[in-house]
């Protein structure tokens, strides 16, 4: 059992000193407001046409099933491409569906699969951030 005392954690301040580090982060927390907006929005817009808080609930509770399906399934992509094509390629594709959901005059029935998928495509981005 090693008793060497000279690693200590890092803080959170050391790391954001790192500008490659601040990019990630930042990037990373605005990724995660853009994903928490497009939830609501979506709910929103589900309560706006349907005026009915069933269907706005259920529609809440389904953006968090890609979570809990891709995560497993998606995030072993993660492991066989470079960290970084992995980031970008999965957030171009989340801008592409999230930017197909906004187009005036789009049918609801289509903006809740472009989000089930654009939320799948979270994970191996994810996976990625944190490995």
Known sequence: ???????????FAELLRI??????YASMVLSEIGDQ???VALTLLVFERTRSA???ALT???TLLPDLVSGPLLSGL?????RRAVMIVTDLV?????TMMVVPGMPSGCCAPWSYWSRCCRRPSRA???G
């Open 1 to 11: 059992m090693s008793t060497d005392t000279s690693e200590r954690p890092v803080k």
């Open 19 to 24: 500008s490659e580090y601040r990019a990630v």
């Open 37 to 39: 907006l497009a939830r």
């Open 54 to 56: 069933g269907l706005t």
């Open 60 to 62: 809440y509770a389904l």
């Open 78 to 82: 993660a492991d066989r491409f470079p």
């Open 94 to 98: 989340r801008a592409g569906l999230v």
């Open 128 to 130: 990625r951030e944190w």
